[in-house]
């Protein structure tokens, strides 16, 4: 008689609820600390424990101030002064003249005028023969001990031309010197509201 045998069916294995609640509790736990202690602390700066500080976690989240440069700060822009009867009118008379000097070898001159602060006038020289140095300043009715201011000063120069206007009440022109072996004419003219154009006493 032959007998079969049949094998056994498998054994069916189930968890207990109690023990998936402690697994799932266990895993939720996790990831909160991993949250907590490296991913907080690494992406957002966030270190509540001070894990992430110990570990360098937090010197991983960049400054915003060191990627990108500050801004500047808007430039103001400056209207223009717009002229007005101020700085317009004029209270000297309007006038234009023209002078000629001779300057001797290593010699020099002036030729100035009279203005009040405010007047002005457009000029434009020339030196024939050579260039000369020239230093254009001005002079206080008070001035003591030959003060002067200097506007504009070059060491050798045939012409100039320009507009000035005059900053205080005084005396304000030229002073030319032939540092040359041979005679140089200088003629200078003038147009503008000024007194008069003159050469000084003895220059």
């Known amino acids: 008689m032959t007998s079969s045998h049949q094998p056994a069916p498998p054994t069916r294995i189930t968890t207990p609820p109690a023990?998936?609640?402690?697994?799932?509790?266990?895993?939720?736990i996790g990831a909160v600390a991993?949250?907590?202690?490296?991913v907080l602390p690494a992406e957002y700066g966030i270190d509540p424990t001070g894990v992430g500080s110990a570990l360098g976690l937090?010197?991983?989240v960049a400054e915003p101030s060191a990627s990108a440069p500050a801004a500047a700060p808007p430039v103001a822009s400056t209207a223009p002064t717009l002229p007005t009867k101020d700085n317009i009118a004029r209270?000297?008379?309007?006038?234009?003249?023209s002078m000629t000097i001779t300057l001797a070898p290593h010699s020099g001159q002036?030729?100035?005028?009279?203005?009040?602060?405010g007047d002005s006038f457009v000029f434009e020289w020339q030196s024939t023969g050579g260039p000369v140095k020239v230093d254009m300043h001005g002079e206080a009715p008070d001035a003591t001990d030959g003060a002067?201011?200097?506007y504009w000063e070059e060491r050798e120069q045939t012409n100039a031309r320009g507009s000035f206007t005059a900053?205080?009440?005084?005396?304000?022109?030229?002073?030319?010197?032939?540092?040359?072996?041979t005679p140089v004419t200088v003629t200078v003219k003038t147009?503008?509201?000024?007194?008069?154009?003159f050469q000084p006493a003895g220059a």
Request: without cysteine; hydrophobic residues 40%.
């Open 110 to 117: 002036e030729v100035k005028a009279h203005m009040q602060q």
């Open 34 to 38: 991993i949250l907590t202690l490296f």
């Open 58 to 60: 937090t010197a991983m």
């Open 91 to 97: 209270t000297a008379p309007w006038r234009q003249d």
């Open 167 to 181: 900053p205080y009440a005084g005396t304000h022109g030229w002073y030319w010197r032939n540092k040359g072996d």
């Open 191 to 197: 147009t503008g509201f000024y007194k008069d154009l």
């Open 148 to 150: 002067f201011t200097s």
């Open 19 to 28: 023990t998936l609640a402690k697994a799932t509790g266990a895993a939720a």
